[in-house]
């Protein structure tokens, strides 16, 4: 019995000073997606272009907590770049949701975030003006 009691103790001894594995891999999964993100927006350039068929929209997904938040990014399709950031997104998604996965339980709230229409604009691929 008295063995039982130190051996509960010391587990709830590890688990407030952080002795908890998965909170640890929870943080690495987020860093991993966040350097994922990182490297896809860095490959992910604007230009060049000339004309708005030439830009797409790189589609990201941010790990906040144990919710998804869509992010979004126009590029130039015809970049060097362009399957480089098209393909490290994808992996970043995958990070993400792996991320979300070990999350600790939390309440997410819905927002939608429809993805911006590119355009293309003194061979710079951008988010295009609101039309009236």
Known sequence: MLKTAIFAVTLVSLASCGGDSSNDEYQQALDQADTAQAQAISLAVPSPCNAAAQCGVL??????????????????????????????????????????????????????????????????????????
């Open 59 to 132: 589609s990201l997904t941010t790990a906040s907590a144990h919710c998804e938040v869509a992010d979004y990014h126009v590029y130039s399709l015809v970049s060097p770049t362009a399957d480089a950031a098209s393909a490290a997104a994808a992996n970043e998604r995958i990070l993400a949701e792996r991320a979300v996965s070990l999350a600790p339980p939390s309440a997410c709230s819905t927002l939608i975030q429809l993805p911006p229409t590119p355009a293309c604009v003194a061979n710079t691929c951008q988010v295009a003006a609101p039309t009236n």
